[in-house]
């Protein structure tokens, strides 16, 4: 599950367009001060708050940094110290309806800058590698105390703070040098970031993920994790290379995972999803993508696929692979008027789910043939038995091999799941 996920009852359909506004603002180029001030009025904007403050970590003094205020210098505190200070060190939500009431509460900032704390609500900013990078911290709900259900809405503004101050900071570390090896390199940090670190571990299954941009940057990327709504597989393939489509698949990774931790399901957040890329991305970019949902209890698979295929369902029993064509045009394309149903299969003991890109298919050899469709089909009935790291890396080795020295033109990138054979242990 998401570290973001909740137990609250999913957002609204306006809240959860209020977030993805969010998410798709943060995806612009910031420098820090114009960000925080960007967060901190989302939070008070969405959570109906008098104030909100960003407090960064300074890793190498182990405090918090209050940087931007109407009425206070610069204000630091020892990582535990305070509410901030307790969030910091738990990382963990603090909602506190009376701060007056509370041992944690540091009155001094009130006395300093005369105004009136009542109620705060106090949340953790952790990155996509796990790491801590500040607290927000939002003060006086307009109307009354900040609830339980305000919480799933701010972790979620948190989740969105997080990565963007990540970024930023990125970008701010690498302004020295050459800018346009800089922003490659930048974009290729920001890229990787978003990748899954470590497959899940689930019983029965055997999964590996590769990716293999053709430059610093690609237009590719993938997602497979364990969330409320299932094991959530992502496959996605912006049009182009560079910066600007890894930033497209970064910010399509972003909302995607945003929609499902508020509780979206499979066709609400392919819907609410394609439709902010269409709104944002320029007319002439899109992005291919497969996303689906895996029951591991049932192995039941229900997915939509954005432009993306072939989808390749290797079936053990028959020891030949069923091809699924894309569901839908590609996301960010338009807005989507009707959806098409999810398909829905089951993976049997055995059963191989093959997603790749258009960098394994298209890969031309020297004299312009293409490795094609066929000749993973054949690696998959060949190598069935073997596991999915190693067939990425068949199929890779194949590939190169087909090329005989021809340059990757193309990002690959292949997600492969696996169902356990029978009797396997």
Known sequence: MSPQASSHQPLTQEEMQALLAVTRALAAPFDLPTMLQTVTAAARQVLHAERSSIWLLDRASAELVLEISKDLAQVRLPVGAGLVGACARDRCVINVPDCYADPRFNAEIDRVSGFHTRCSLTLPL???????????????????????????LAEALAAQCAMALSRVRMTAAMLEGERMRQE???AR????????????????????????PASLTGGDTYDIARIEQGLLLVLGDATGHG????????????????????GADLETAFRKVNDQLAATLA????VTAFIGLLDTDSHGLRFLSGGQGPILHFQAASKACVSYKATSFPMGAMPIVALRPPVQIELAPGDILCLLTDGIYEYEAANGEQFGRLRVEQLLAQHCDASAEALSALILAEVRAFAQGAEQEDDITMLLLKRAPPHSH
């Open 126 to 152: 952790i990155d996509h590698a796990g790491q801590l990078v500040g607290v927000m911290q939002v003060l006086n709900r307009m109307d009354g105390v900040f609830e339980a259900e305000d919480e799933p």
């Open 184 to 186: 490659l390199e930048l």
């Open 189 to 212: 940090a920001v890229q990787l970031s978003t990748l899954p670190a470590a497959m899940p571990q689930i019983a029965g299954y055997d999964m590996h993920g590769t990716f293999l």
């Open 243 to 262: 910066i600007a489509p890894a930033l497209s698949v970064t910010q399509m990774h972003a909302m995607l995972r945003m929609a499902f931790s508020m």
């Open 283 to 286: 007319d002439s970019r899109f």
